[in-house]
């Protein structure tokens, strides 16, 4: 596995998570960017869209958007995959107690 490999299953980990404990278990693109910055991750808000667009792809997010402002939220197989609870190839599997 490539390092961006690893960069792109870490930060859609990172997604799942940040939306499993926002507050009605959405968030917004530039808030999901804002977010993986305080964790490491650096990436431009297409980066964003785009990881959110492949996780929606997956099951694991719905999508909307309103205006120029996408608004993710996150689907019970995403939440599972989040905890651990489910494994799915694109997405990094937490470790105990992440």
Do not use: C
């Amino acid at each position: 596995m490539s390092y961006s490999d690893f960069l792109a299953q870490d930060r859609r980990l990172r997604i799942l998570q940040l939306l499993a404990r926002s507050p009605g278990y959405a968030s917004n693109a530039v808030l999901i960017g804002t977010a993986l910055e305080a964790v490491g991750h650096s990436v431009s808000s297409d980066t964003v869209v785009s990881d959110l667009a492949w996780l929606e792809e997956q099951g694991l997010v719905r999508r909307r958007a309103n205006a120029d402002v996408v608004v993710a939220s996150i689907t019970p197989r995403g939440a599972d995959v989040a905890q651990g609870k489910a494994e799915l190839p694109g997405v990094r599997r937490p470790r105990p107690g992440e």
